[in-house]
């Protein structure tokens, strides 16, 4: 089914990024080519794709505080997984905690979402295209990922099918560290980049 809607995505610092990368060049080529390594904040589970008609300054207004009062966020990768049964598979994130507040501070901001595919499943997809056979499945779930999902910067997608994604804004996470773990939050410089939604 053709998609038409708005995303919040992140990128996820440049070490998880390159390591993720180099998987889906190995393992998925097609997704490594339309889709760079990212985590999908709103749109594709947990809420639905925010209402396409909904203007920028509806987005500025709903966001931009909670970007402003968000800290950045580094977060551990869990062991690959098939997401929901299926031939994907992914890195998953820990739908609680600092991520899950994020996400529940958006699907409550007001904008208008469509209804969710799935509970909130936060992941970064490292093969989605390709069925693989056995051997090269289970080495693909062998694999280990010591690099932290760094979440320091939202980027907010317009997709509609077959069209490429087109950002219509991007916000750093700005807000000041709090009492949680510092294992789970922090600050930390990371180059940029700009993923597209996609592969999820």
Known sequence: MAINGIFIIASIGTEAFEHIAAIQREFDPKLAATS???????GSSGVGP???TTSLAELRAALEPIAASTPPLILPFGPPIRFMQTTIIVLPLDPHGPLRTLHER????????ERPRFA??????????PTHPPAT?????????EEPAVIDRISIQHTMDPQPSRTLLELDLT???TSDPPSLIGMRPVRRHTPQPGGD
Do not use: E, N
Request: aromatic share 12%; hydrophobic share 45%.
């Open 36 to 42: 760079p390594p990212h985590v999908t904040i709103a």
């Open 50 to 52: 925010i209402a396409p």
């Open 106 to 113: 958006i699907a409550t901001s007001g904008l208008r979402f």
């Open 120 to 129: 909130f499943t936060p992941h970064s997809t490292l093969s989605f295209y």
């Open 137 to 145: 499945l289970r080495r693909l779930l062998s694999l280990r990922f």
């Open 175 to 177: 807000g000041t560290l």
